[in-house]
């Protein structure tokens, strides 16, 4: 990465940098599963990730993902079935769909798209678990802070979309 | 949105040591406590045992809690065990929400201080979902007696014989022309000896 | 396993697969698909007489292709439900080819066989003219036969004619089988009369195809023809050189003895009145016979002749000199050819060949072209004809202008005269073989049966024409001259159409189109290098010599020899597998065989699922290191269970490939399992079940046994005991993993790594057992994705949880059993099977189920019934009902992506909305750790 000259690239990637907050979606019947079966083997999983629980990849918005670059996350995570393996037949095939898309409007609203990775962790692939954790944690940790989230913290804040407590309040539109 | 107050029951699991070896337990119980809504929050050496069990239903009576949060291991393995506690204690079991910290946590990082910080981040992630649970019913359906066994070698055999005993109608689905699988390729069959058919 | 099959409360489907799983515990919908026995199974005594005739041997998958069994077959010997089942692969490229559905494979498989009478009767069932299209058939089969991928198709043809002629030859002795030709059909002999007259007009092979179905179901039928001989365009259209008389005569006959009334020297000119005079259908048959002329000058001068006329002269034994004479045949197709061919015959006059097409685009057949050459006609390829030059009153010529012909275009020829060409071939007799067209002018002056002049007469999708009653068939129909064999199919085709029409909802059904096989050319490999087709060339037919072919009409192709008829059919790759030659439906006395079975989908409902799959032997063909497929006598366990048995293939005896019994053998243990090339696991039985193998080795073949093992997991009760037997017994155990199986001075060397002290580390044996490993069966991805299961690293079936629900699944009311979830051995796979029937019951009895109240849910006043929802659902669980969408709750499965996808946040997903992972992410990521923390 850096050479001796490249004094302003400094210590990016460095050990003591920053350590980068991972908000992982995890899909209930697969890569949940395989998760545990990471814990059970006793393998190590960076402690940058925060997994939520969710009954299928499929679930997961593009507005969640959204919502939590905006919450402070540094990268997300969704991790399904594999393809073929869904156990709602064809949920992750949507998802899958869905993630160029975001990618771009990552983007377009200036976050790097590496920021978000889909993959497919079956119930058995505790070691591919530990294995996509580590290099997604590395990866985001050569990419630095999300520098997103201040300014949308502001923005939210000055057009009062938040309360207190830090829950967003949804504007929803009527029929 | 929540007519009632909200009054949350946090509980931190040691698992005997396979947590607390590498979670602080008792730092994250004093940080629990901190959190809006939480009533109370404890640590205890195990929490699935009936004396753990019965902590929280004790709790729910004595405090007039109204929504539980147990710190321990997998959802998938206990999550069951905990709504079924809450609802002996006469509340919803759906006001339950569990926090993985050892599969997730305990067991896949070595340092305490991660460890503890994330354990203490996933209490609090369930502390303010349980805050927006509803009550739930479960779903009563009628259960179809009949059973499919798939494959008609000696596992689905016995299987097929040990239902239609049992009453049951058994469809056997065998993909060959006739059923035996592997076995009734066998001559003598281990440790017996004896004929395989 | 008996009991199973007589169990009031087990509905056993064998011979079937699952193949669509929905719904949820308590309330599965199960789809299976039940594969066709072509045996009806509640019927079938299980008494092998179909077997017994059966001409197709295939190798014996359940004896580990040591042995060999029929098409059809019974899958062992205490089968449950002991019925057989024929092994059909699917419908053979050749019949498929066939117009007339002539099923060549089948016949073939009985030439195989020698049994010529029976292959007639095959061939007949089909087609009642065998002698005729064994001679001068277009021979789409052949065209279709799969061998032509690989070297040249089987001469289908001249297996034909060598049966048709051996049949003609023994036609006194010929088994009185007639029935048999009429298994499997709808015909019968002097069938109850239905009381309806069918008049046909053209005893061709359209016309008499007819009549022999039409009668043979009942009506009564009668033949006219204008003709004094009855065959149509196969007797007066096909020189007597290749066609004999006497063979189209007798297959005439025969039809004509099915009770068919015959009027010949008999125009038919009066259609209505056929119906008014009693015929409730009339079918027109009269074929193309209208011989095709240019109108150019001279044309109709009397020494222009027409192709048919002259064929039917020689046909009706007219005997013409045309000695000294200069013939030239206008004209390029195969009638061209046989009438070129016919003239030489005549005196030996100079017959020339010209033609519109080039030599290569001339449409006659081209070793026919090939043939004509030889015998001596001249050909005058690509020239239109521009007048029949006339001297003295007699023809002198036909002027020619050669042309550049790019074929037919709407009809008429697309090409360019080239300028200066302009000649005349000498000539005193000019021959039109143009090409020829049906003759109209029979037909009612009134027009009531249309016509698509000059094409053919118009019929419906029924064949019939615009009277009502008359149907029309053959060249007549289509216009000009197909084969002989499109006739045949038509005919059959017309028969089955009229009588739907005489017999309403009663009448013949079209026949059911059946998959075609299709064979790789590595299929076609493997199946000529497990012996089940030869890897001769093709026999061609062979002529008699051109010096005998002079001045006289025998027949010029020969016969195959009955040598040459074997060495041919033994070509043939048996591309269905089962040849359909009905053999097993004559046989069957009691009508269990259908051979037009279909595949059933049968739609269950259940409450419970209990996966019982099992497992497949490693393949150790993959691991050449252990000698397999590479050596002889390496076999596989299972390969040693089959020769043991005494029900299997060498009735209980071990031997070596040499036939003698072995003296010393070794059995390898891990074969495929704990390894890192092959699978990682260990297969858990391989243990036990070569202690088993070395001690029936010790008793029961008397060789001294030698055991390889890296390590011996006796885990079980009573399995040290086992241990210390067979050791006791006297085999000797060697530690160590295998490298490598060689052949050395005559024997198997067996070397390995790391054997202990003082101990050998490799062995000299007659014969090696490989105890290999069990793995997940082939298709397990296939049927994991089909019940929703996920599996493990290894890649059998995972349970939910390995110490809590180990015969559970991840969804509810789905159970594991045996080695489908890993291996185990039969003492395990009772246990679990009782395990996962105690957890089924303990659901079932319950009565009624609990299900998660996580459910898709609608909050209507922000649906605008967009209907995204709608198609994200994987279930179809969403309605839009008037103008918003509603759930169906027992089609939900809870999966949320219709939440996802739903632009106005109307639709949520009860105990995962949007609010409530919000919330659980605003408290994941409130802390953070600065890295001075970290200890």
Redesign the interface.
Known sequence: MSDSHGDDVGNVGG?????P?I?GFLCS??SY?GADLAGTNRLKVP?NL?A?R???S???????IM??FD???DGVLVLG?HL??C?????NH?TAKRMPVLHSLLSFVGLEPERLRLDWV????GERFSKIVEEFAESIRLLGPCQWRPKALQWEAENRLINQK???S?P???? | MNLTKVRTGVYICHCGTNIAATVDVKAVAEFAQSLDGVVLARDYSYMCSDPGQDLIKDDIQEHGLNRIVVASCSP??HEITFRRACEEAGLNP?YFQMANIREHCSWVID????AT?KA??????????V????P????????????????????????????????????????????????????????T?DCA? | ?A???R????????????EHISG?????D?R?HRKP?YIDASVCTGCSKCTEVCPVDTLNP?D?NLGTRKAVY???A????G?Y?IEKLGVAPCRNACPTDQRAQGYIALVREKRYADAYWAIRREHPFPSVCGRVCNHQCEDACSRGKYDEPVNIMGIKRFVSDWAFANRDELPEMRDKSLVGTPFVHEPVSTGKKVAIIGAGPAGLTAALDLVRLGHSVKVYDSSPIAGGMMRVGIPPHRMPDELLDWEIEQILNEGIELQLNTRIDDIPGLLESGYDGVLVATGAHRVKKLAIRNSNHPQNWLSLDLLKRIALGEEIDLSGKKVVVLGGGNVALDVARTAIRLGQPEVSIACLESRGEMPGFDWEIGVAEEEGIRLFPGRTFKEIVVENEHVVGVRCVEVEFRGFKGGQPDMDEIPGSDHVLPADLVIWAIGQGPDFSFLPPDGSVHIRYPIGVVTDDEMMTSLPGVFCAGDVRRGMTFFVVDAIGEGHHVARCIDRYLRGENGLKEPYQQDVVELSVEDIETRITDGRASNQPRVPISCIPLEERLNNFREVDLTLTEEQALTEAERCLGCGLCSECLECVAACEIGAIHHDMQDELVD????????????QDFDPSVAPEFGYGRLNNVITA?EF??M???S?PTGGEVLLKNGKPPKSVAILQCIGSRSEQYNSHCSRVCC??S??IA??VHDYVNAEVHEIYRDMRTVSG??EA?FNRTKQAGVNFYHGQVTEVEKKNGRLVVSWDESYYNEPDHVAVDMVILATGFEPRDDV?QV??T??V????NGFF?ER?PK?APVET??DGIYL????QSPM???D??A???G??AV??S??D??????????AAVET????GCGQCVA?C??LAIEITDGVAVVN??SC?????C???CP??AMK???????????????????????E???
Not at chain 1, 122 to 125: I, L, P
Not at chain 2, 111 to 114: A, I, P, Q, S, Y
């Open positions: 050990l003591n940098s920053f350590e907050k908000l019947w697969c599963t402690s925060r939520i969710v009954p299928c499929g679930r997961v918005a593009p507005e969640l919502r939590a919450q402070g996350a079935c073929g393996e156990h709602y037949d064809n949920g949507r079956s119930a058995s692939e830090g829950e967003m949804m929803q539109v009527g029929r | 998938l393995m759906f340092d305490m201080v991660l910080a203490k981040s996933l209490v609090e992630a369930a502390v303010r979902r805050y927006h649970h509803q739930l019913d479960m779903r009563e359906v009628e259960m179809n007696p009949s059973v499919l066994v798939v494959g008609a070698g000696i596992t689905g055999i016995e299987a097929a014989l040990r239902l239609a005993d049992a009453n049951k109608k058994v469809h056997l689905v065998e993909r060959e022309p006739s059923i035996g699988g592997h076995m009734a390729q066998l001559y003598k069959t281990f440790p000896l058919a | 396993m009991s199973v099959g169990h009031p409360n087990i509905n056993l489907m064998a011979y079937s697969e699952v949820y515990i308590g309330n599965f199960v299976v026995r359940f580990m019974r899958h062992s205490q089968a449950v439900p019925s089942t269950l409902k259940v409450g419970a699922i209990i996966l019982a799959t099992g497992f299972m269970e089959r043991i048995n005494p299997g036990m079940y202690l088993k001690q029936l009573g399995y086992f991805g994991a994705s019940f929703s996920s599996r493990s690293p995972l949880h809590l991840a969804t059993a045996g080695a489908c051995d039969i003492p796979c009772v679990q099977a009782g996962a029937v089924a019951l659901m079932i319950q009565g009624t189920i609990a299900l998660e109240p996580s459910i006043l922000y649906c605008a994200a994987p279930y709750e027992y499965k809870g999966c949320g992506t939440a996802a996808v106005n946040k997903l009860i105990h995962y909305s949007d609010q409530q992972i919000v919330a659980e992410m605003i408290g994941a990521l409130n802390l953070s750790v600065t890295p923390e970290v200890t």
